[in-house]
């Protein structure tokens, strides 16, 4: 029998008997919005989501969490190396040609986010995962043999095809294979990781620094890591809601048993009709070269014409707007020249506070955000970056800088240039407790019909506003001041409260398939946010 054939027999054998599936699907939305309890499809199945996580799961977002890593660290280590490579590519490196080697991760990324989605629908999240580790060796070994700057420029941009790809699917895995209780602190530990990855480059870049050549080990030293990964993650399962909607019910059902082993099979059972319901809807018998493809376009007719994934698509791209746009990875980038034009002898030292400062935050996040919501921080948590950012601003106006590249040292700035340094943290650590983390729980607001494609809509924006910081920062700083420059961005950062106030619906302590139907009829904040409120007041009587 046929995998399709096998799943429509489950869903025949299992399904509401009462209601037609599309009466069903609305009954079910209505339910979740009003009801006080959760819904009663899948009773027994919703239960295990509520356990203690199983250990596999933990173990499996750890080694997912490893492309993180190699995310943060390949986008943190250039920071370093561009000081010590001197004339090694066979010149002496203008500004240009730092901004060229800088970017070319970026746009990589930007094109591989925008093919992500498809070529994980296509060919699954784990194998995706794996390509992304091949480009990272690949870019890494051009980058350590280069000799000329477009050759490093090469090697930068094949990297940042494996940065695209690992940003987007790793969270995306991981959301597919966490519980909903634990989805959201699952997910921030692959942020976590790409925190810790840029610290671990700084750290190292700092003890290269005398060594010839130095720059070329910490390179290398990424290969390291993405060989292990990849290695591993042959042996890994692919997600059950991945496998359902190829129709291989059996497979999946083997990974659930493995991920919620202390459920018995009938509540293993409800989960996969829970999965069937939701997530079936592709025909692998199309197994044209092109398929992929045809799966795509209709994944992104529908992420437009489908009025709940038009709002998945406004929510999450807004969200990953609001992230770059407010300014925090042209800090990440530059946050060493603004330090040495407020007078400080080692500004690397500042750099390395302002990304310890990301990591610990980043921690605070992983606690919370199932806890306390996704929306209820981001709230908070933006009107403290706002706060931060106007402090910058003012300090600014009293600190005398030199952005124009000339050779003399700014003289110490007494107590504005450490009111600036805690300005800076003050934004960071709220930046790294809210917008630095939600927006990559995106993937939890997608159906899966359109999940891959959305996903990759939303992470594209992320990088392409990655790209319009990058290249206009430090053109601002000299044209509209720095005083000007931090304003804008606190003028951008309140235009986001605004947007997560009105849009961003309450998605903690649903399952995938609940927030399906959460964006049915509109962006029912309300309605969201009262229904995680008696949520978690169930959660605290157990």
């Keep these: 029998m046929k995998s399709d054939d096998v799943t429509q027999t489950v869903v025949s054998a299992r399904s509401t008997p009462d209601l037609p599936a599309s009466d069903s699907n609305n009954t079910s939305s209505n339910e979740l919005l009003t009801s006080t309890t959760p819904p009663p499809a899948g009773t ?77 629908d296509w060919a699954g999240r784990k194998w995706v995962i794996s390509g992304a580790n091949i480009l990272f060796i690949i870019g890494a070994i051009i980058q350590v043999a280069a000799h000329s700057l477009w050759t490093m420029i090469i090697g930068r941009f094949i990297m940042g095809w494996g940065v ?34 840029q610290l671990v480059a700084y750290a190292i870049s700092a003890g290269l620094y005398h060594i010839n050549n130095g720059w070329r080990i910490l390179v290398g030293l990424s290969m390291i890591p993405a060989a292990f990964q990849m290695v591993l993650f042959i042996f890994m399962p692919e997600t059950p809601r991945y496998l359902i909607r190829l129709g291989r019910t059996d497979e999946a059902r083997k990974v659930l048993i493995r991920t919620y082993q202390d459920s018995s099979p009938d509540e293993i059972e409800d989960k996969i009709d829970e999965l069937i319901k939701f997530n079936l809807f592709m025909d692998d018998s199309d197994n044209s070269k092109l398929a992929w493809l045809r799966q795509w376009k209709e994944g992104l007719i529908q992420a437009h014409t489908v009025p709940s994934n038009f709002r998945a698509v406004v929510i999450t791209c807004g969200l990953q707007g609001i992230q770059q746009f407010s300014g925090f990875n042209a800090l990440m980038y530059f946050s060493a020249t603004i330090f040495e034009s407020v007078g400080f002898d080692n500004p690397t ?51 005398k800088i030199d952005l124009t590249g000339s050779d003399d040292i700014p003289p110490k700035q007494g107590a504005w240039s450490v009111i600036v340094i805690i300005a800076m943290l003050v934004y960071v650590a709220f930046y790294a407790g809210g917008i630095g983390n939600v927006p990559w729980q995106q993937s939890e607001l997608f159906p899966m019909k359109v999940r891959g494609v959305g996903t990759s809509l939303a992470t594209a924006t992320n990088w392409a506003g990655s790209l ?17 420059t931090f304003a804008f961005y606190a003028g951008l950062c309140l235009l986001g409260w605004f947007f997560v106030y009105f ?22 904040v309300k309605q969201s946010v009262e229904r995680n409120r008696i949520r978690r007041q169930e959660m605290k009587n157990k």
Excluded at 508 to 524: D, I, K, M, R
Aim: proline fraction near 3%; hydrophobic fraction near 50%; charge should be neutral.
């Design 468 to 484: 319009v910081i990058s290249s206009t920062f430090l053109t601002m700083l000299q044209n509209v001041t720095p005083t000007g």
């Design 44 to 120: 027994r199945g919703d239960t295990i989501e509520d356990r203690h996580m199983n250990p596999m799961v933990f173990a499996l977002t750890i080694l997912t969490s490893v492309c993180g890593f190699l995310f943060g660290y390949d986008t943190g280590y250039i920071s370093g190396a561009l000081v010590v490579i001197g004339t090694d590519l066979g010149r002496e490196l203008s500004s240009g040609n730092k901004e060229l080697i800088t970017s070319a991760t970026s746009l990589g990324a930007l094109i591989f986010a925008l093919i992500g989605g498809p070529l994980a």
């Design 164 to 197: 695209g790809l690992a940003s987007l699917v790793a969270p995306l895995y991981i959301s597919e294979m966490a519980p909903s209780r634990f989805r959201g602190r699952l997910v921030v530990i692959n942020v976590l990781a790409i925190t810790g990855g």
């Design 503 to 524: 849009f961003y619906p309450e998605t903690a302590y649903c399952t995938l398939e609940e927030v399906q139907s959460l964006l049915t009829g509109g962006f029912n």
């Design 349 to 399: 030292s500042v750099s390395l506070i302002v990304a310890g400062t990301n990591f610990v935050f980043t921690l605070v996040a992983f606690v919370c955000i199932d806890r306390i919501g996704r929306r209820r921080i981001l709230l908070v948590t933006i009107v403290g970056m706002i706060a931060g950012l106007v402090l910058a601003s003012i300090c600014f106006h009293f600190v």
